[in-house]
């Protein structure tokens, strides 16, 4: 039977031998935040229950403590014999190091027992976490686990929840999310110091100096690759990055990105940036983050005169190439031999990073017709019954599962849309708060983790389409 994961607990059974494929139990370390791991359940000021899960007749419930940010497990209905225990995970339950915590068995003359409380953060090492409750009747091999689930310790409204969910991906050893996502990591990062400045949470801005640090000198330095696009979306991480911190260095490194897509700026097909090092294609993506990242740093280097005149060029350039097509959507590239329109996919973000970058060029210059120009663009965006079927925004062939670059489109597009959103007054409130709300009702797990489907039905997540729905949360009024 299906299971709607968003409103019912998942259930997970496993025979007693498939237990031996999962990790084993073992003593997971002693966390201390306001309290220590393995407090009383009787000492929880609040209780609230997420999620639960049956077997045999026995109710395995997760119980939340929010004041104190600690969580138990129970079991009801059951009989002496029955176990329950804590799975804790960092990962966004993707495993769980610390696995049968808590463990305990319901006592003779009784038909219930619970768990202490155990913390759902570590607070000192900035591990974000959730917790699920598992347990199996006493005299049965059968096991049985919740969903996930976590406090609303900085996930007071939903724009914490999906920001804390992203985090969830957040790899502290390498300083990038999930398995080392190079420029859909710098979406995500930009999401979460979007989200610092919508939300006034700072909770997570230590991710900022953590990949900094941690990157910084990879690849080909300061964030730069062979991909212009990829060094065009670091170079405006860092951009944000300085926004809310100051820290001249990212803005130092922001200033070397715009430099090396300039470098790769030359009059083939009368100008523009190359996708890639190798100067074999020219693309809208590339050249739209280019006229963006120049603006961005012209608005914030004092006296500059040099990024202005590329984005202006960039600008020029771009419309008279015939990649924004007569519908008013953007399509993929140019064709090299001809130098113009390839006719290739318009894709969600080539719209979204084209707005935003009008937008600042606007902001820059006074330019009237940029400004117009994103409204045009914005408009096909959000009425595009192929974009946005049924006003809910939709990647050409959007997968069910959360995996390859795709997944991440969505977030720069909506990203833009909402930067023009601010700009006109509120021109597109009702639509992004329509898909923002269609997202959270249809589109997202027991803790806020969200799928590819801003529709529905929730699939899978991960970092790109994590980073997606964050941007969409935080674009919405």
Known sequence: MPVTVRRLAMVVVLASAALLQTPAAAQAATICNRHCDGRDAALAPADRVPVTVTLYGRSFKLHVNDTDAMAWGSVENGQPGDEVWLDRSFDGGQSWADSRIGGTTVPGGANGWRTGQFNVDDWGSNGVGVLRACGKAGDRPEIVCTAWARSNWNAWDRRTAAATALMMRFDRGTGLFDTNGWWTGANALTAIIDNVRRSGMRS???AIAATYDKNVNSRLGQFRNEFLDDTGWWGLAWVSAYDVTGDSRYLNTARADADWMFSHWDTRCGGGVYWKTDRATKNAIPNSLYIQLNAALSLRVPGDTVYRQRAQAGWNWFRSTGMLNGEDLVNDGLNMSTCRNNGDVTWTYNQGVLINALVQLNRLTGDADALATARRIGNA?????????????????EPDQCSGDGVSFKGAAVRGLGVLNAATGGAYDSYLRRNADTAYAAGRNSFDAYGSHWAGPWRSTNHSCQHSALDLLN???
């Open 381 to 397: 965006l959000t009425t595009s019954g192929y974009l946005s079927p049924g006003g809910i925004m939709r990647e050409p062939n």
């Open 204 to 206: 997570y801005q230590y």
């Open 475 to 477: 674009a919405a009024p």
